[in-house]
Structure formats: C-alpha cells, structure tokens
C-alpha cells in the first residue's frame, strides 16, 4: 500500500512511501515500455525514520520533503543525475545522456536511460545502453531491427520491442506487409489470429 505520492516538479520522477519503504521512480513511464527494467530504475531506502504516517509534502529538483506526524519536517536528498538525464532527454541530446551515464557508472541510469531512448524510438541509443547493463538478448533484437529492409516494418518491430503487438500488427498490415504480420503472430504463438 502507497501511503503518499508526489511528482517532481520539473522531471518525470515519481516519489512515495509505501510501507516501511521510501521509493522514488526514476522513470516510471518505464512500466509501458519495458517492465523487465522497471525494477532497475528504481531508488529504494527504509522509510522506518520517517516515523508513522508519513506525508510528502514536496519533491523540487532533487529533494523531497517529507512531514512526520509530529510535524517535524525532514529533507531527503536523492542523486541528481536523474533530473539531468531527463532533461537531456527531453531536449534530444542523446550523446550527452551516453556521456552522463557512462562519467555516473550506474546501472539504474543506464536502465533509465534504455527505457527512455526506447520510448523515444532512438535505437541506437538503446543500444549502447542495453549493453551497458548486460541486456545481449534486447540488444540482438535491436540490432536484427537495424537489418530490416523497409522503414514499416522497422517501425513495426520498435512497437513490437516496447510491447505494443496489436499496433505493430496494425501497422503491418496497413501498409501491406501481411505475411510479416502473420509471421510475428506465429513468433508469438498467437495461433487463433
């Protein structure tokens, strides 16, 4: 159970205490994208002295600021290299998000940042950091991406990687590739359709 919640007020960070757990998430759109990673952008710590019920009051840049029940308000401070990574993102500036991530060295901004370069449809980006956190398998599906013949159906195959069978299917057979759509049905053993 999630006691208090709280989005950063720039970023797209999430915060919240649930249990005897204090939580933040890196980049939670990484549900949508690649639940696999999920678990790795996350920043995790005991929540045990924040005391009982617990409220957040804010989450500016990279400090929360939390409200015990006594009324006594406490500052946790968390890195700030997530704030800089989403920046990077939003503004597109891939090659300084591998540089940010590779000068940090840790693998929940690498996981972060694969999430969101996927989300972004930025291959090559996804790539280098799928490698960077020991994903072979994501990175032999990116790279047999990269072989495909026509731009459809690389694009088909990116919404297949982020999990989205029923448009990358769609987008398929919209654009006359019917036996590649009927191909990735048998992949997925998806035999009634």
């Not at 757990?21 to 939670?28: C, E, Q």
């Not at 590779?102 to 449809?121: E, G, P, S, Y």
């Not at 989205?164 to 049905?185: H, P, R, S």
Request: with cysteine.
């Amino acid at each position: 159970m999630v006691q208090t919640l709280a989005w950063n007020d720039t970023s797209n960070l999430l915060c919240g205490i649930q249990d005897t757990r204090f939580t933040v998430w890196y980049y939670p759109n990484t549900v949508y994208v690649d639940k696999d990673l999920l678990t790795r952008t996350l920043y995790e710590k005991d929540a045990s002295d924040f005391s009982k019920n617990p409220q957040i009051v804010h989450f500016v840049g990279n400090q929360i600021t939390i409200r015990r029940a006594d009324g006594s308000l406490i500052h946790v401070n968390i890195s700030p290299y997530p704030v800089i990574l989403h920046e990077y993102v939003s503004s597109s500036k891939w090659e300084d998000a591998v540089r940010l991530c590779r000068f940090v060295k840790d693998q929940t901004m690498w996981a972060c940042l694969a999430a969101m370069a996927v989300a972004n449809k930025d291959m090559a980006t996804a790539e280098i950091a799928y490698a960077s956190i020991g994903e072979i398998d994501k990175v032999q599906y990116i790279n047999s991406i990269k072989d495909l013949p026509s731009k459809e159906s690389r694009m088909a195959h990116m919404l297949l990687f982020s999990g989205n069978m029923q448009e990358a299917e769609t987008l398929l057979l919209q654009t006359g590739l019917i036996y590649q759509a009927i191909q990735v049905n048998i992949n997925l053993y998806n035999w009634d359709r």
